[in-house]
């Protein structure tokens, strides 16, 4: 399957994400995670993000299309994948919709998380990530780590993400808004979009997630 994650900062879609694509077998593609890989790596890609990731604005277009078409060309995407934070504007939807095309393939569907902003502060200011593989995410409340700061998965170290400040946050939501939600719109003219709420337990919301996919 080929499966669009949506919804704003702190909605768990890299939570989700992990779980459905181990339970779906394809993989998870998360451009934010591979912003983060390459500025621990210290590569140029890497060091061209990092401002705007501070910031809370979208790295440019030139910069995230390229990367994520070259994710999504190895060989482990080739029956199909779940991209978590991408496409996060029209261009990059657009541009998806052309590297689809290109192979002869299509989107089975796009998951609109839905989340207040009360609960997407609660979750942002308690989420801890892995220094080792950001993909390895926790909460000091609702999802905490065996032993305070140590990553359950790998044994790295848990910190709390630079852009997670408050001021950030606000500004991540407002471009979400902004120039996110229009690809659901994009989308939903397409007939792929289900929206889901994503307030419950992790479990509950990934049930949701699988019922919408037609998978339960
Ligand atoms: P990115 O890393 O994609 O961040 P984001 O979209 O802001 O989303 P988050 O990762 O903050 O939240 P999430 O929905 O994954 O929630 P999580 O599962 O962690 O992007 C970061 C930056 O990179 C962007 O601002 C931009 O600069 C750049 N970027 C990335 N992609 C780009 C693109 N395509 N174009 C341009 N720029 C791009 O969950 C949050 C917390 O809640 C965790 O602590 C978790 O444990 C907890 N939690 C999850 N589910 C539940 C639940 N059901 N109940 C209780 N707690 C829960
Ligand atoms: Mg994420």
Redesign the pocket.
């Known amino acids: 399957m080929r499966i669009v994650l949506v919804?704003p900062?702190?909605?768990?879609?890299?939570?989700q994400a992990t779980v459905l694509a181990g339970k779906l077998s394809i993989p998870h593609i998360?451009?934010?995670?591979l912003?983060r890989a390459n500025i621990s790596q210290g590569t140029e890609l890497g060091q061209k993000?990092q401002e705007?990731?501070r910031g809370?604005?979208?790295?440019p277009d030139e910069v995230?299309i390229g990367m994520a078409k070259d994710r999504m060309s190895e060989p482990d995407a080739a029956g199909g994948f779940l991209l978590?934070?991408?496409?996060?504007n029209i261009a990059?939807a657009e541009a998806l919709d052309g590297i689809l095309k290109e192979d002869g393939e299509e989107l089975d569907a796009v998951l609109d998380l839905e989340v207040p902003e009360e609960e997407i502060v609660k979750?942002?200011a308690?989420?801890r990530i892995c220094r080792s593989d950001s993909s390895h995410?926790?909460?000091v409340e609702?999802?905490a780590p065996k032993t305070e700061g140590v990553c359950d998965i790998c044994g790295g170290e848990l910190y709390q993400r630079d852009?997670d400040r408050e001021e950030t946050v606000r500004k991540?939501l407002a471009v979400y808004h902004e120039e996110t939600e229009p690809i659901i719109e994009h989308y939903r003219e397409q007939g792929l979009v289900t929206t889901i709420s994503?307030l419950?337990?992790?479990t509950e919301?990934t049930g949701r997630a699988m019922a919408a996919l037609g998978k339960s």
């Open positions: 919804g900062p702190g909605a768990g879609k890299g939570t998360s451009t934010g995670d912003f993000a705007y990731m809370g604005q979208l790295v995230t978590d934070g991408f496409p996060r990059q979750r942002i308690g989420r995410v926790f909460h609702y999802s852009d991540r994503a419950g337990s992790v919301v």
